[in-house]
């Protein structure tokens, strides 16, 4: 079956640069691709995914990019403000309705 | 915006008992899974529902882990003859049609606590 690795388990950055989350898989019949935060004590929210036909999305301060070759994919999030603060978990799946394999997350710290 | 509920946040279950917990998906959703995380490690696949029949489940949804949709609104998991091992964080998410950009939308999950 599918295998996400996550990395780094956690990380701390000074509010206004950049953090960069990596994941692999293991399993190139994976297609789908979501990225969640989780805040302390809160559900799991979706912030951006993609899809295999495409290399890279954005959605404002946020961007993930996508290996297919390699496998890899990664969350890049600019400017960080302190409310970034959560624990971040990749995931992959054939689709969007298949099941999620996750990754073991990373907790990201802003420091103000 | 709508939201996956669960039901309670917190359960404590003496070993051996068994407990259900429900989730009310979003409306118009018609994919259900539950997922569970062991304190500190990965959010694990359990099982997935469509069309009132359960379409994918892991090794570890055995024979103690059942799922139903006993009405139009609820989903539930049942364990039956809990043990340590099962305390975790459950969550419960669902997603659109077949096909749909809709992504998995996720409860806030209810700890499982046994004793």
């Known amino acids: 079956g599918e295998n996400v690795e996550q990395h780094p388990s956690t990380l701390s950055v000074q509010e206004g640069d950049s953090a960069v989350i990596k994941c692999t898989y293991s399993?190139?019949?994976?297609?789908?691709f979501p990225w969640y935060k989780q805040e302390l004590g809160k559900r799991p929210q979706l912030i951006i995914d993609i899809r295999s036909n495409v290399g890279e999305k954005k959605d404002q301060r946020i961007a993930v990019t996508l290996n297919k070759t390699a496998k890899h994919f990664s969350l890049h999030i600019t400017e960080t403000q302190p409310e970034d603060s959560a624990v971040y978990f990749c995931?992959?799946?054939?689709?969007?309705?298949?099941?999620?394999?996750f990754g073991s997350g990373t907790k990201l710290n802003v420091k103000p | 915006e709508p939201e996956v509920t669960q039901t309670p946040s917190h359960q404590v279950t003496q070993m051996g008992q068994e407990v259900i917990l429900r989730c009310v998906p979003i409306?118009?959703?018609?994919?259900f899974y539950w997922y569970r995380q062991i304190l500190g490690q990965k959010v694990e696949f359990l099982v997935s529902f469509y069309n009132n029949e359960i379409s994918e489940k892991s090794e570890i949804f055995d024979d103690q882990f059942s799922v139903e949709r006993p009405d139009g609104s609820n989903f539930t998991l049942k364990i039956r003859s809990t043990k340590l091992e099962d305390s975790a964080m459950y969550f419960c998410?669902?997603?659109?049609?077949?096909?749909?950009?809709?992504?998995?939308?996720f409860g806030d999950g209810t700890r499982l606590s046994i004793l």
């Open positions: 399993d190139s019949a994976s297609n789908y």
């Open positions: 995931a992959a799946s054939l689709s969007n309705f298949n099941k999620f394999y």
């Open positions: 409306s118009n959703h018609l994919y």
């Open positions: 998410a669902s997603s659109g049609y077949r096909g749909s950009n809709q992504p998995q939308h």
